[in-house]
């Protein structure tokens, strides 16, 4: 489907590419990976046809459409409302809609059979391109990723950009081009609305190719990972946790074989070097160094890991218990985020705060901190040290001091040696420590401000959202920094990665309360699995009768029967539209059998009562199913009251 072929790419005089080919076939689903500041992003643009290659070519089919989601979107902005912006995926059907429509307001002065054939003609392409459901399809996506029923109709310009970052990918699923290219589409998602494009891309049609810091998402929707490294393009034939344990076994025959073809260089030499002089062994000495002037050299591995040997020290060890809530309660104004919930931390809790955005999870950090104001009582334990970590904090550092001077003034004791040390961990090496702040990426604020946070020598972290706008290996420094804290922390994150390697308790807000798991991720994702199961009806395949459901016992049951008379009334609404359609044709039909000229024509006579007793057919099934949508929907309904 699409080919690159020896491509290179420079920027200034430094090489991004170098003879670099790969081929992507149809259906592919490959995720790019590598450091900051290998080509990812720079090789999507390349194939978008944004950038153009110094040398090689990209040659794609001709039925090849392309797909980019890239952080540049952000700044579109429109008034239309979300759900008409996600809705011009589908141009082509909504230019056929304005003509059918211009068509049917002609008819009301002219009925002539060539008016009467084109409006046929646009509906059949209509039809076709299944104009009668796109709206229903826009619904689906948009709530999807994330969108409430209310939010649909609200102008895109209303929302913040990483909302507006959703509705731009809610737009590309929707056009489903044969090559779906998405960088870091993670960013802006929450983990319910990651875990839906994770399921939608396993069925997706097209290929794919995703630039993804999130380790797990690329697990799951990725079936080949193409490392970017040393200007070249390396492909390996599974998902990400395939790749690096193939990796590891590739590095260690490299290695090897680096390690065996030095010796036999010394060894020969060394055989150059005593034979030299000796006219008796001038051709074997002369056919050595051929030899060495023709051999290949196989480079020696140059592990791009870093392990982090953090000493975190703490002037005071808190108490046993760290922070106390009880009987809280939180809201704003009609909007409720806590009931009368009691949680306690204590010492050693390694907890990771999950769900979905606006259930709370921020506002619950703030008020663990002390700085949100609550009804109830919180207290804090003996000797409690906080440090708090948020996006809005990479504000307060001082954009005119360098790195290391921001350091310096962080409060902590340690020499100038130690911080350059931790900072080489958040790969800030040599004389990047000189760096003025004002010059930074937002990706290398964030590991500023981590940094600061971890050698503030606090006992108590809080961090919501740490991995954001981190690369995969800044990830793993913060995961292997964590473990070896032997302090308390609460983090709120969606990178299930992330959540795998530090936590040891996960919270969640459910019913408006503070609910607790003791164990870790997997073991949490598990037991929940098994409630959900426990939890789901049992139907009985013998019996056919439609049973009332039973009225929900909390908000997340009240929630899914909302969820799921929202569907039934999207479905309802793409019957009503084909049995309208059904209609329109009947009239065409009817107008035809009362044609004289076709009555008096036995064949097409023939032809046209055959199709009109096909639609009648047609028509007894839709309206079946209609009957039935509006029985469940009733009968959900009736559930609620």
């Not at 949680?343 to 921020?362: F, T, V």
């Not at 420590?433 to 930074?440: E, G, N, P, W």
């Not at 740490?466 to 964590?482: E, K």
Request: net charge negative; with cysteine; aromatic share 8%.
């Amino acid at each position: 489907m699409l080919s690159i072929n020896n491509l290179s790419y420079y920027i200034g005089g430094r090489a991004l590419y170098e003879n670099a080919s790969l081929h992507i076939k149809p259906k592919d689903k490959m995720g790019l990976v590598g450091l900051n500041g290998t080509g990812k992003s720079t090789l999507l643009k390349i194939i978008n046809g944004d950038y153009q290659p110094s040398k090689g070519e990209i040659q794609k089919a001709k039925d090849c459409t392309i797909g980019f989601l890239n952080q540049d979107l952000l700044s579109y902005q429109s008034e239309d409302s979300i759900l008409d912006v996600a809705l011009e995926a589908f141009k082509e059907t909504l230019k056929l809609q304005d003509e059918i429509d211009a068509v049917l307001k002609q008819m009301e002065t002219d009925y002539s059979e060539e008016v009467i054939n084109k409006l046929a003609n646009l509906q059949e392409r209509f039809e076709a391109n299944e104009g009668y459901s796109i709206k229903a399809k826009a619904e689906e996506v948009l709530e999807g990723i994330g969108f409430s029923t209310e939010d649909l109709k609200r102008p895109l310009k209303t929302f913040s950009g990483g909302w507006r970052m959703r509705v731009m990918l809610a737009k590309l699923l929707l056009e489903k081009p044969s090559l779906l290219m998405l960088d870091e589409p993670t960013n802006h998602l929450d983990l319910p609305s990651i875990q839906w494009v994770e399921n939608y891309l396993k069925t997706y049609e097209g290929a794919v190719i995703v630039v993804s810091h999130d380790q797990t998402f690329l697990d799951n929707c990725i079936e080949t990972t193409v490392e970017v490294s040393r200007q070249s393009l390396t492909p390996y034939a599974g998902n990400y946790s395939f790749y690096k344990k193939e990796k590891v076994e590739r590095e260690e025959i490299q290695q090897n074989a680096y390690e065996n073809q030095q010796k036999m260089i010394k060894d020969t030499e060394k055989f150059i070097e005593r034979f030299r002089a000796k006219a008796s062994k001038s051709n074997q000495v002369q056919s050595r160094v051929k030899a060495l002037e023709r051999l290949e050299k196989v480079n020696e591995v140059v592990s791009d890991e870093i392990a982090v040997n953090f000493k975190f020290k703490f002037s005071k060890q808190s108490g046993r218990d760290v922070v106390t809530l009880e009987h809280v309660s939180k809201a704003y104004g009609d909007i409720k985020i806590l009931q009368n919930s009691t949680a306690r931390i204590e010492r050693g809790d390694k907890i990771a705060l999950i769900g979905a955005n606006g259930k709370g999870k921020s506002t619950l950090l703030r008020i663990i901190d002390g700085t949100e104001p609550i009804e109830g009582e919180r207290s804090e334990g003996y000797n409690v040290i906080k440090s708090f970590f948020a996006q809005h904090q990479l504000e307060a550092l001082n954009v005119n001091n360098e790195i290391l001077q921001e350091m310096l003034q962080a409060g902590s004791d340690k020499s100038e040696t130690e911080l350059r040390n931790v900072l080489g961990c958040f790969l800030f090496t040599n004389d990047d420590v000189f760096k003025k702040i004002k010059v930074l990426s937002g990706g290398e604020k964030s590991r500023v401000a981590l940094a600061k946070t971890l050698i503030s020598e606090s006992n108590f972290l809080l961090l919501d959202e740490p991995t954001n706008h981190l690369d995969m290996q800044s990830v793993n420094i913060l995961i292997q920094a964590l473990q070896q804290f032997e302090g308390t922390f609460i983090t709120v994150s969606h990178d299930r990665h992330f959540i795998k390697g530090v936590a040891n308790k996960i919270w969640y807000i459910e019913d408006h309360q503070i609910r607790e798991y003791l164990g870790t991720y997997d073991e949490y994702t598990y037991w929940r699995s098994q409630q959900d199961a426990a939890a789901a009806p049992v139907q009985s395949p013998k019996k056919e009768k439609v049973v009332k459901p039973k009225a929900p016992k909390n908000d997340n049951e009240l929630n899914q029967v909302k969820k799921d008379i929202k569907k039934k009334e999207r479905e309802l609404e793409s019957v009503e539209a084909d049995i309208m359609h059904l209609e329109e044709k009947k009239v065409l039909l009817e107008s035809k059998l009362a044609d004289p000229e076709i009555f008096q024509n036995d064949g097409k006579l023939k032809e046209v009562n055959s199709a009109y007793e096909e639609l009648k057919q047609k028509e007894v099934k839709l309206n079946k199913s209609w009957e039935k949508l509006a029985e469940d929907i009733e009968s959900l309904q009736g559930a609620l009251s």
